[in-house]
């Protein structure tokens, strides 16, 4: 079962600034199988990116996925007030368990 | 677009059987994708239980598969989980949702279910 390890696991930042969060996976992901949600207090997860780089409907383009390999990265280019959640890499396996998700980073107004 | 609607009791007795259903409202159950239960213990990350097809296909989590049975009733368009001998650690907010491209595309808003006596 591939591990997913997100970095940091909290990131403080203002609004206007850009973040950027890391997730490495134990083993090579093919790139079509990673995927982004952001998930805020009392909601269910929102899909953000599906096949590494690839907006869901209705995602601003300030969210720009990238990486390849076991090296993940989700950008989010200036900070708005509504993206201040928790983030969580998810990637697809051909055997079950078929979708596992790394453990959340944090991303906090400073 | 799908709206997923998970229903189902919020508290289940410590070696009983948690049951949910999930209702589908916008597209049929019939529809050539997955449909799958997620779960979130309090605080914590996120847990794929399992998912299932139209034609009753499934895939569990090796982790919990002894305890789990996913079902569909294309009748009713809906599914259902049933997970048993529960414990404390089962305590969670349990999500349905729909399967997309590798990804899970759309949730429900998610039932918390609670073990306790």
């Known amino acids: 079962e591939i591990v997913l390890t997100l970095s940091p696991g909290t990131l403080s930042l203002s609004p206007g600034e850009r973040a950027t969060l890391s997730c490495r996976a134990s083993?090579?992901?093919?790139?079509?199988?990673l995927a982004w949600y952001q998930q805020k207090p009392g909601q269910a997860p929102r899909l953000l990116i599906y096949?590494?780089?690839n907006r869901a409907t209705g995602i601003p383009d300030r969210f720009i996925g990238s990486g390849s390999g076991t090296d993940f990265s989700l950008t989010i280019s200036r900070l708005e007030p509504e993206d201040f959640a928790v983030y969580y890499c998810?990637?697809?396996?051909?055997?079950?368990?078929?979708?596992?998700f790394g453990l959340g980073t944090k991303l906090e107004i400073k | 677009q799908v709206q997923l609607q998970e229903s189902g009791p919020g508290l289940v007795e410590p070696s009983g059987t948690l049951s949910l259903t999930c209702a589908v409202s916008?597209?049929?159950?019939?529809?050539?994708?997955?449909w799958s239960w997620v779960r979130q213990p309090p605080g914590k990350g996120l847990e794929w239980i399992g998912e299932?097809?139209?034609?009753?296909?499934?895939n569990y989590n090796p982790s919990l598969k002894s305890r789990v049975t996913i079902s569909v009733d294309r009748s009713k368009n809906q599914f259902s989980l049933k997970l048993s001998s529960v414990t404390a650690a089962d305590t969670a907010v349990y999500y349905c949702?729909?399967?997309?491209?590798?990804?899970?595309?759309?949730w429900g808003q998610g039932i918390l279910v609670t073990v306790s006596p």
């Open positions: 949702a729909y399967n997309g491209y590798y990804s899970i595309d759309y």
């Open positions: 916008g597209g049929s159950i019939s529809n050539d994708n997955w």
């Open positions: 299932i097809y139209h034609s009753g296909g499934t």
């Open positions: 083993q090579t992901v093919d790139s079509t199988y």
């Open positions: 096949g590494t780089s």
């Open positions: 998810q990637q697809y396996g051909r055997s079950p368990p078929l979708y596992t």
